[in-house]
């Protein structure tokens, strides 16, 4: 039975950095759209991007409290 590694903090968690993955990839993509919607739709993308990591942050501040941890994770 293999083990779990020991988590220290959100950093440590996988989807904590496929997050940032996504978010790299998402500004790379929002790059090409036309320049008319750089204020609108592109900065709005970006936001919901980086807010990803956000709300894992947050939701490992408050682990304790496991049904707040998981509600904050679906």
């Known amino acids: 039975m ?8 959100f950093r440590d968690l996988v989807v904590y ?3 940032r993955m996504l978010r790299q990839e998402i500004f790379v993509l929002t790059n ?3 320049k008319e919607e750089m204020f ?10 980086r807010s990803i990591g ?3 942050a947050e939701a490992w501040a ?5 049904k707040h941890f998981l509600s904050k994770l679906t």
């Open 40 to 49: 609108s739709l592109t900065d709005q993308i970006r936001r919901s991007s």
């Open 54 to 56: 956000a709300q894992i």
């Open 17 to 19: 950095h496929k997050s």
């Open 2 to 9: 293999s083990s779990l590694p020991h988590v220290n903090s």
């Open 32 to 34: 090409s759209f036309p």
């Open 62 to 66: 408050k682990r304790r409290y496991e």
